[in-house]
Structure formats: C-alpha cells, structure tokens
C-alpha cells in the first residue's frame, strides 16, 4: 500500500510569488493534515479536511494561504503571495476512520524555501 | 496554549549505551503519542500512551506515561547506530490537533 506521498519535494520561489504544495493521502484515508515546521520551532498544526470539508483551520496563520480537498482525495495548499517567514517544511498526513488524531501517517514534506 | 518541552534537545552517545529522552508539559493530555524522523522522511508513529502510569515496550524502546498525564519518557537500552533520528512527542486531546514537542535529536555512534 503506498504512503502519504507530497509534491515536490523541495520548492525555492522569491517573495511574492505564489506556490502550490500538493499532497495526497493513503487511498481510503478520510481525515487529511496539514502541518508546518518552521526552522527551531516545533511541528504546527495548519488544517484539517474531513473528506472534502475543512473540519479545523484553526492554524492557518493568515488568508495569503489556501488549502482544498476537491473530491476528498488528494489536497493542495497555496501560499500566495509568499513572504520569507513562510520558508519551512511542510508536512501532510492521513487518517482512517473517526479516530482522526490517532494513527496519523505522515508523508516525507515539502521544503519551501522563500528567498 | 498547550506546550510540551523535550529534553535534551541534542544527544550524541556510543553505540551499547542506555538514554532516556523527556517529555514535560504543564498541562494535561488524555494520550501522548512518541514519533521518530529520519531525514527526508516524515514522522513515524512509534507508540501511544493513554494511562496515567501506563508503560509500554517496543524491543529495546521503553515508553513512560507520568501518572498526571503530563509528562512522558522513552528510555532506549543498548543504543544502535539504527536509532539514530529526530525523536518526537506530541500531546492528544479529544480531537483537537497534536501538539509536538520540538523534537530530541539522537546520534549514536557505532
């Protein structure tokens, strides 16, 4: 069974430009995450997708960042415009069933570097 | 805001030795989960913890739950080169989302 896979595996863009980070889920795998690592900090929450609605956005850190879910598959998330605090690893994960926050897979991240 | 503290945040020994890596929080989780990351890799789930006290083991790994459900502990025995990676704990609550500790990063030297 294949994993959480994430495209593309790195990403330099200049600030103010617009970038799309695409993820997609263990295939069955209602529950998708978004989370971010920024350099020395922790792993942060971003999102969370219920099939093809957005359960919790609670982390997301402002509206130049966008996520969606069409179809409950695969989910992308765009930042537009970038600025350079946006640089990090970001990372996707999928769940089964109601248990969302248990058992979640993550796939390998996505490095974004603003410039 | 719910935090979870790691400690060491760095930890370099000889293959053979023991360690125990911590997990502190000042607030209360109903489970903690413990991950591991390699490089270029996402986290992997290791173990979760649900009960106060609760200790579980997987082979050399020894994972800890705090009675109060606020702290945890992996203690690994006879540290292998293959242990080596970024060691994470991150806090359950009902279905609100993780929250991660910033990681303790183990390098065991053969």
């Known amino acids: 069974e294949a994993g959480v896979t994430q495209f593309p595996s790195h990403s330099v863009i200049e600030k103010g430009q617009t970038v799309t980070l695409r993820c997609d889920p263990i295939?069955?795998?209602?529950?998708l995450y978004w989370y971010r690592r920024v350099m020395g900090k922790e792993i942060k929450f971003l999102l969370h997708?219920?099939?093809?609605?957005?359960?919790?956005e609670s982390g997301m850190p402002n509206n130049r960042f966008l996520a969606e879910r069409t179809g409950g598959t695969y989910s992308t998330l765009k930042v537009q415009p970038a600025e350079l605090e946006d640089s990090g690893v970001y990372f996707c994960?999928?769940?089964?069933?109601?248990?969302?926050?248990?058992?979640?897979?993550f796939g390998p991240g996505t490095r974004l570097t603003v410039l | 805001t719910q935090l979870l503290e790691q400690s060491p945040q760095f930890l370099s020994i000889q293959e053979g030795e023991n360690l125990t890596v911590y997990c502190n929080s000042s607030?209360?989780?109903?489970?903690l989960q413990w991950y591991r990351q390699e490089p270029g890799e996402g986290p992997v789930l290791l173990v979760t913890?649900?009960?106060?006290?609760e200790v579980k083991k997987l082979k050399r790994l020894t994972f800890q739950f705090g009675d109060a459900r606020k702290d945890s502990s992996l203690h690994i025995t006879a540290a292998q080169p293959g242990d080596t990676g970024l060691y994470l704990c991150?806090?359950?609550?009902?279905?609100?989302?993780?929250?991660f500790g910033k990681g303790t990063r183990l390098s065991v030297i053969a």
């Open positions: 994960a999928s769940s089964p069933g109601q248990r969302s926050y248990n058992e979640q897979f």
């Open positions: 295939s069955g795998h209602d529950n």
């Open positions: 997708f219920v099939k093809e609605s957005k359960q919790d």
């Open positions: 607030s209360v989780f109903s489970s």
């Open positions: 913890v649900v009960t106060g006290g």
């Open positions: 991150a806090g359950v609550n009902g279905n609100t989302p993780l929250v």
